[in-house]
């Protein structure tokens, strides 16, 4: 049968990334605890093309994460993008899976347990000549704000809006989202929760009012995490707040090599 | 050349609406006080379909909207909706009309003027037998929700967030797009604005402060009022409000033939 | 510590749903195989809230998710439903899940193995007077049609283009995601798949083009077989085509009480 | 009244961007007809923030698209971006457009005319130091391929499907968005229409079978028609296929200094 595929392109122009992108794949993540969680990622696979191909082989990159253990952690990640190099017979291979990653946390007083998620981002790209692969992990972490201008120049209040802290990361060696899902927290004027019984609601809402915080603070502050952590090279810190008191949003970004 | 739609249907089982979706279209929308918006609308167009019929002739939903004026009132819908009714041979056919719709309001203190945008829905389905239209309206409004709960308990402050009313109405007579935007916003904490200088912020969170509201009491302050009106006969209210605690929604509705 | 929800509502209206909407929750569905399958969830948990509180308690709608024992099937929603009720002192409680579920199939020559993912949709009311629930099931399908009016028009070819079925039933006694999604598969020119060989993309588009079908088609083949079932009373049978000519949806909607 | 905003940042760090995101906006464009074209816009309005204050003042930026005339044109697009840099007292601004940009298209054999929609981006950054200003012109068009393998192997038709084009340029002189989305349309085996009547499906169907192209194809034609683009200077070429075939999407990319 024809390989179609395999004739020479027209147009002779080299294509820097091809393949199948928004496939749904039920993934298993490896925790910072080792534990295992399942979820569902959004995967794309890509590999380069010379300018001689007139085309790729879509169905081995499906093959390859079908044959895959299918367990994200730093290894496996690497075992699939050397994979998919080898069948496509290309000098470039690129992974991204986005997926929802859940964590169980206490309520800060009644220490009620709850799950809450977070959109999670894990993406490497593998290159022949060098045999190196340059990782990206990114995190979406809901926190809340409230404006410090509100407070004060307001007798009472200050309005408060859900915000959504985006962080991506560059690095060597080993990170976990965890840590990353931990200085978006650490940044604002309180973390967010699944479960708050009423003697929580109190705690949060006193505390995030003794911490206001505009969307440039919260940006700053996680640069400042991110510039002192030894393993980070690069980062993109974005906030963006759903402002109760408008129809658009307050947005902040601060991109850096550091 | 064959007309492959008018033959005879393999199943016969008679279909409630056939036609397109999702297209889009600049609509130019009659407000209240006359003048005209421009905007953009996402387009339905449907028309039922006997069982005895392949097919229907999708090209000529097309040709309708493409030779309607285009300006969106009373009036001109009515002529769509029958135009659609008599090119499709059909006995019912249903028009439906989202877009974002725009009001000038001015700040509530230093009076500065700006946009907001409203999302609306404007449907309408005429039927052959009775000759009579039913239409349906729709507003998304975003209002301010300062929590009852939390103001209460909390030494300081309470949590406040974006809250979205949603309005859908049948009607008889006129009803304006307006009439509905301006339930919605006298119903929760505070109406929200484009543009808020120092002394509005300052205004807004006092006054939002001075009127908590729960999602539940969102949905009942609306539909007092929609009960009241002497033209509608049914609704369906909701009020969903992203939560500045939490990463899910607090939800209410209530839907009732009055 | 004051509970403003229990205070008497100033407007006295009662309230048909109020609760959390789009939770995400790493859920477990049990296979007709009656083997499990792990997946992330949105969920809404709603109960009715008479005229006389202000307000319901949305924290016991996690504390119910948090300690439900996570797999879904018949018996463990029918807790869960139950469990809200009770938690919540209502009279009716309302749960639904939206999930991704994936199943593996085969490619119709090479035989090769891959999953593929259908959206679902499992909802369930369960009311005190009448201690019924009434469940509903829901699943959106892609499949491939090849339109019967360019085939049989022009000399060469035929546009072809994924189309997407939705079906929702509501039944007595069991019934089986999978069964729902083969329905839909049966209905079309062809089921799509995750991973086609050569000779399989072969096998695929000889058989497309010895099935063309409309939307109408489409839509009437899966009323015939949702009406013929004899556990469904109820269903509403969508097909939307993502139309490789235009750039608006071709459109088809049955729904009826059999 | 107290200015938080202008009070020292406790976090020395300076802010690549800050701003307001996603409001929407009604836009007048100027075609290059030079008429004009009422479109709803989500703009995106920024500055740069020295690491020396705590907040930018994010209601001058609404002032400042409320005071600006709304016709977008290359002219009145750099009167935006210095009044923002002014009234900010900031050493960049940043703004972006996106919006549904409509042309009225003839049908190839019937000449039927019909309203087809485009989504549209413009963006420009200027900067004090050079006081010169880099724009982002973009365009998504749809268009259609028929699978080159597919066609090869198999004894009747062959699958096709809708593929969403995506192109980026950066250029110096005037470059016009109508530019851009015919390069796009003339890169595929068909363009894609609002109105095809059954002479009109007969000839897209049988030109398109006579032009086969992968998305690979698709991206390379269009690269080769921007690279000997005189104005153009950089590039972003991306070819998405919703394949008809299988519930994942086929992509290519190309990016180029050229």
């Known amino acids: 049968m024809e390989d179609v595929q395999n004739s020479?392109?027209?147009?002779?122009?080299?294509?820097?990334?091809?393949?199948?992108?928004?496939?749904?794949?039920p993934l298993v993540v490896r925790k910072k605890n080792n534990g295992l969680l399942h979820t569902v990622a959004s995967v794309n696979l890509y590999v380069d093309l010379p300018s001689t191909f007139k085309g790729t082989h879509m169905s081995r990159f499906v093959e390859a994460l079908q044959e895959w253990n299918g367990i994200l952690d730093y290894h496996s990640?690497?075992?699939?993008?050397?994979?998919?190099?080898?069948?496509?017979?290309?000098?470039?291979?690129?992974?991204?899976?986005?997926?929802?990653?859940?964590?169980?946390?206490?309520?800060?007083k009644s220490k009620s347990p709850a799950l809450i998620d977070y959109m999670c981002y894990f993406s490497?790209?593998?290159?022949?000549?060098?045999?190196?692969?340059?990782?990206?992990?990114?995190?979406?972490?809901?926190?809340?704000?409230?404006?410090?201008?509100?407070?004060?120049?307001?007798?009472?209040?200050?309005?408060?809006?859900?915000t959504v802290v985006r962080i991506k990361v560059k690095f060597n060696g080993l990170l976990w989202l965890e840590d990353l899902i931990a200085i978006a927290q650490e940044s604002a004027s309180s973390p967010v929760y699944a479960l708050?019984?009423?003697?929580?609601?109190?705690?949060?809402?006193?505390?995030?009012?003794?911490?206001?915080?505009?969307?440039?603070?919260?940006?700053?502050?996680?640069?400042?995490?991110?510039?002192?952590?030894?393993?980070?090279?690069?980062?993109?810190?974005?906030?963006?707040?759903?402002?109760?008191?408008?129809?658009?949003?307050?947005?902040?970004?601060?991109?850096?090599?550091?």
């Open 8 to 25: 020479p392109a027209l147009v002779n122009i080299p294509i820097d990334r091809v393949g199948i992108k928004n496939m749904k794949y």
């Open 77 to 108: 990640f690497v075992c699939l993008l050397k994979d998919i190099k080898n069948r496509l017979k290309a000098r470039k291979s690129h992974v991204s899976f986005t997926f929802p990653f859940f964590m169980e946390r206490e309520a800060p």
């Open 124 to 162: 490497g790209e593998l290159e022949s000549n060098t045999n190196k692969m340059v990782m990206t992990l990114g995190v979406e972490v809901p926190v809340m704000t409230v404006c410090p201008c509100s407070l004060a120049i307001s007798k009472k209040g200050a309005h408060s809006q859900r």
């Open 196 to 258: 708050l019984k009423r003697v929580d609601e109190k705690y949060v809402t006193e505390t995030a009012f003794e911490n206001p915080a505009f969307v440039e603070d919260v940006v700053r502050n996680v640069s400042q995490k991110l510039i002192s952590h030894p393993l980070i090279y690069w980062f993109k810190a974005e906030a963006e707040s759903f402002e109760s008191i408008h129809n658009h949003n307050a947005y902040a970004c601060i991109e850096m090599n550091c």
